[in-house]
């Protein structure tokens, strides 16, 4: 009887667990783990619910070699039928006292940065454009491995 109850309530958690969730992530190689200021990969989603919020995510993957403690970023986005684009700059901290803000594995680190603080809404369906460029003074920018986006509708 016992083991029928723990069997049943494990059962619910596991199908409570399974809501699915609206995402998009995309990451971009980085040649040779030097991110040079010309390149500046384009990556592109769509929005399909603009009755939905959003939360959005700068990820980046560096090795523990990275020499600083932050990275300044321009995101230039374009939206669905629009030609003009929208720049803004970011800086985003990825230590703190020394030790790496984000997960890391062996000398592996991954940083899932929130660009807002409040999840945000997109005005139009359609196929946005978000273009990442890195504005830090060395050029090359060594031991960047990946950059990317990623956007996940916001829990209600």
Same mark, same amino acid.
């Given at each position: 009887m016992?083991?029928?109850?723990y069997?049943l309530?494990?059962?619910?958690?596991?199908?409570?667990?399974?809501?699915?969730?609206?995402?998009?992530e995309?990451?971009v190689? %980085?040649?040779?783990?030097?991110?040079?200021?010309r390149?500046k990969?384009?990556?592109?989603?769509e929005?399909k619910?603009?009755?939905?919020?959003?939360r %959005?995510?700068?990820?980046?993957?560096?090795t523990?070699?990275y020499?600083?403690?932050?990275?300044?970023?321009?995101l230039?986005?374009?939206?669905?039928?629009?030609?003009?684009?929208v720049?803004?700059?970011?800086?985003?901290?990825?230590?703190?006292?020394?030790?790496?803000?984000g997960?890391g594995?062996?000398?592996?680190?991954?940083?899932? %940065?929130? !660009?807002?603080?409040?999840?945000?809404?997109f005005?139009?369906?359609? !196929?946005?454009?978000?273009? !990442?460029e890195?504005?830090m003074?060395?050029?090359?920018?060594?031991?960047?491995?990946?950059?990317? !986006?990623?956007?996940?509708?916001?829990?209600?």
């Amino acid at each position: 009887m016992r083991k029928s109850v723990y069997l049943l309530f494990f059962s619910m958690i596991s199908l409570a667990s399974c809501e699915t969730m609206d995402l998009f992530e995309k990451n971009v190689k %980085i040649p040779k783990h030097a991110w040079e200021s010309r390149f500046k990969p384009e990556l592109q989603f769509e929005i399909k619910d603009t009755s939905a919020s959003y939360r %959005i995510f700068f990820v980046i993957r560096h090795t523990d070699a990275y020499e600083y403690e932050n990275i300044w970023v321009n995101l230039t986005s374009t939206s669905p039928g629009d030609t003009l684009s929208v720049s803004q700059k970011f800086e985003f901290k990825l230590a703190t006292f020394d030790k790496w803000t984000g997960s890391g594995m062996d000398d592996i680190f991954e940083h899932r %940065i929130s !660009l807002y603080r409040q999840p945000v809404k997109f005005k139009n369906k359609g !196929l946005y454009k978000v273009g !990442l460029e890195q504005l830090m003074r060395d050029d090359p920018l060594e031991h960047i491995m990946n950059v990317g !986006l990623r956007v996940e509708k916001a829990q209600r």
